[in-house]
């Protein structure tokens, strides 16, 4: 027989999920996650998970949808910058820090293979909700500055949003960088904010 969960265990459990899901998939990933590990702590039984989510996919699309909003917070103060070296180094420390601040953001970078697992169970158009937390911005930064003479021309800001991104890869690859690692993130992300200004 079903179990009938009232509105306040539907929250509660719900909220259970969302913030155990976090912490195993950024440690752990999708794949190695288990239904008895998420539900284990919401208290309800491995069969009872599909009452709240069609599958471990879905849970961790909406993880990310969770988590978008705080990630945006954190890149608001660059963002309200007029465009410019400063305000791109800026935004690219802001990133980075992301990259070292936040393990589940890490690690959907780290694994795209589980991106694309969650795009092709719940649908691209729902791991697109993301997009207006954080790419949206971003792609309006870039447009602005470009129609303001100050970001290169001629190149899609979607394209920037990538070229922004490979700060990431310094802090994703760190511990190839041994202690210079710190100079090195500075001098790409001086780099690229210098190279990205018209």
């Known amino acids: 027989m079903a179990v009938a969960f009232t509105a306040e265990d ?13 912490e195993l998939f950024a440690t752990q ?11 284990a702590p919401s208290g309800i039984a491995k069969g009872s998970f599909y009452a709240f989510y069609d ?4 849970l961790y699309k909406d ?12 890149l608001a103060e660059p ?12 935004l690219m420390r802001a990133a980075t820090e992301v ?7 890490r690690r959907l970078l780290t694994h795209p293979d589980e991106l694309e697992a969650v795009a092709r169970r719940v649908g691209p158009e729902e791991v697109a909700r993301v997009t207006p937390h954080l790419v949206q911005p971003l792609i309006r930064y870039f447009a602005q500055g470009q129609a303001d003479g100050v970001i290169v021309p001629g190149v899609p800001p979607e394209i920037l949003v990538g070229v922004v991104r490979t ?16 100079q090195v993130l ?8 210098r190279g990205l200004t018209a």
């Open 10 to 22: 539907r929250e509660r459990i719900t909220a259970s999920l969302l913030d155990t899901a976090e």
């Open 29 to 39: 990933g999708l794949k190695k996650t288990s239904l008895e590990e998420l539900v």
């Open 55 to 58: 599958s471990k996919e879905a």
């Open 63 to 74: 993880v990310m949808i969770r988590r978008a909003p705080l990630v945006a917070r954190r």
């Open 79 to 90: 963002l309200s910058r007029p465009p410019g070296t400063e305000a791109l180094a800026a």
């Open 99 to 105: 990259l070292t601040g936040d393990p589940f953001y």
């Open 167 to 182: 700060a990431g890869l310094v802090v994703l690859n760190r511990d190839r960088f041994g202690a210079d690692y710190e």
């Open 186 to 193: 500075d001098a790409t992300i001086d780099a690229l904010a």
